[in-house]
C-alpha cells in the first residue's frame, strides 16, 4: 500500500499507541477523584502539559487540552467572540480557511458578528495589507491558517501577528493543524493569541488536539461543567490521550528537525515528476509547505482517477476530507481564480516524512496509466 493522504489523517506512530495503551491500563482513574488513584492520574496529566509547553515553547497554563482541529478551532473563534462582543463584533478572516474555521464564521454571523472573508491570490496567499485594511474599531478577531489543507500555500503569519500586535484589542487566532512539524512557527511571538493542533495530523490519534491561549486571553466556554482545564473546557480529561499528543508532538518536532529536507526532495521529485505529465497542471505554488501537492487533470473527474489508483492501493485525495464528499469543485481553488476545468479536476497528494520516492515514482506511473486508459475509453 502507498498511503500519500498524510493531511486528511496520519498513521499513528507506534510509540504513540503503546503510550495511550499503557495509560488507559494502569492510569485510568478520573484525574479529579480526590483518592490517591486519581491523583496519579492527575501528576500524569499536569506532566503532559508541562512537556507539551516545553516542546511548543509556551507556559504549562497556556496548553489546553482538546479533542482536535475542529474543536480548538470554535473554542477559540467562539470563545473569543462570545467573550469580547460588548468590545466588537467584527471578525476578520480569508475565503479559503478550513471548513470547522470558515463555519464557525459563518455561524456568528447568525448572531450578529460581522465577519470579512479576505481574498488570497493565486498562490492562496492573503495580503497582509488587505488584514490592515479591514481592521475597523470593532475588529476584535483575526483568524488565519498557517498553511493551507489543499494547496499547501504558507500564510505570513509573522508579518500578520506583527500587525496584530499593535492593535492590544485584537486578538490573533493562527490554525496550524496542518503546518505543525513542516513549517515551523514560533508561539512565543506576542501577536499570537491562540494556536490551534490536531494530534491525528502529526501520527497521533484521532481525538486528541491543544489549543494554545496565551496568558492575556479570555474565553468564554463552549463546555461548561466541572471546571477543568483553566475553566475554558469542562469535562473529565482524557489523561492517556492528552499523554500521546505529547508523545506525537515530540517525535514531529524531532523529524522537523532531522528529516524536513528529505521532505522538500520527496516533494520536488513528485513536482519534477508531474511536469512530464501533459495533461497535468500543478496548483500548488513553488513556495508552499513541503508536504502538499495539488495538481488538476482537466477534463477528467477526480474520483475516477481516485479509484483507479485505489485499485493499485496507492491512495490520495481530492480536498479537505472535511469537505470531499460535498460538491465537485474546490471552493479553496475557485478563490484563487483558477478557471472551473482545474477547481473541479483538482487532487492532492499529501506526504509523510515516511514516504520515498520510489512510492511516488510507482505513484507518477500508475497515474500515467490510468490517465492514458481514460483517454482510451474516451475514444
Known amino acids: 500500500m502507498i498511503y500519500l493522504d498524510n493531511s486528511a489523517t496520519t498513521k499513528p506512530d507506534p ?8 495509560i488507559s491500563s494502569h492510569y485510568f482513574a478520573n484525574p479529579s477523584s480526590i483518592h490517591p488513584f486519581g491523583g496519579e492520574a492527575e501528576k500524569l496529566l499536569n506532566m503532559a502539559k508541562k512537556q507539551a509547553a516545553e ?49 464557525a464564521c459563518k455561524s456568528l454571523e447568525t448572531l450578529g458578528f460581522d465577519v470579512t472573508y479576505l481574498p488570497v491570490d493565486q498562490s492562496g496567499v492573503v495580503s497582509v495589507k488587505d488584514i490592515q485594511k479591514a481592521i475597523r474599531e470593532d475588529t476584535i478577531l483575526i483568524s488565519v491558517m498557517h498553511v493551507n489543507n489543499e494547496l499547501g500555500s504558507i500564510q505570513p503569519i509573522k508579518e500578520i501577528a506583527d500587525l496584530a500586535a499593535t492593535y492590544p484589542k485584537i486578538f490573533f487566532h493562527v490554525d496550524d ?65 492528552s499523554v500521546s499528543i505529547v508523545k506525537a508532538l515530540r517525535l514531529i518536532k524531532d523529524k522537523e528537525t532531522s528529516m524536513l529536507d528529505h521532505l522538500y526532495e520527496v516533494q520536488a521529485f513528485l513536482l519534477h515528476r508531474l511536469k512530464d505529465i501533459s495533461e497535468v497542471d500543478i496548483n500548488t ?13 482537466p477534463g477528467i473527474k477526480p474520483e475516477v482517477i481516485i479509484h483507479m489508483l485505489a485499485e493499485k492501493e496507492i491512495f490520495i485525495s481530492t480536498k479537505s476530507a472535511c469537505s470531499s464528499k460535498q460538491s465537485d469543485e474546490s471552493k ?11 477547481t473541479i479536476s483538482a487532487l492532492r497528494v499529501s506526504l509523510s516524512f515516511e514516504t520515498t520516492k520510489e512510492e511516488i515514482q510507482h505513484f507518477i506511473d500508475n497515474l500515467k496509466k490510468a490517465i492514458n486508459q481514460f483517454k482510451k475509453v474516451m475514444e
Open 285 to 297: 505554488a513553488e513556495k508552499a509547505a513541503p508536504h502538499i501537492v495539488n495538481f488538476s487533470v
Open 15 to 22: 510509540g504513540v499507541l503503546k503510550s495511550f495503551e499503557q
Open 177 to 241: 493543524v496542518q503546518g505543525l512539524g513542516k513549517v515551523p512557527l514560533s508561539l512565543s511571538h506576542p501577536g499570537i493569541n491562540l494556536c490551534t493542533i490536531s494530534g491525528h495530523k502529526i501520527n497521533g490519534l484521532k481525538g486528541t488536539g491543544i489549543l494554545y491561549v496565551d496568558n492575556r486571553t479570555t474565553l468564554f466556554p463552549l463546555f461548561h461543567g466541572g471546571e477543568q482545564e483553566r475553566n475554558l473546557r469542562s469535562g473529565t480529561e482524557n489523561v492517556a490521550g
Open 332 to 342: 479553496i481553488l475557485a478563490a484563487c481564480g483558477f478557471s472551473r476545468a482545474r
Open 55 to 103: 516542546l511548543l515553547k509556551v507556559r504549562q497554563e497556556e496548553v489546553v487540552f482538546t479533542s482536535g482541529g475542529t474543536e480548538g478551532n470554535n473554542m477559540a473563534i467562539k470563545g473569543i467572540a462570545l467573550q469580547h462582543q460588548q468590545r466588537g463584533k467584527h471578525v476578520i478572516t480569508t475565503e479559503i480557511e478550513h471548513p470547522s474555521v470558515f463555519e
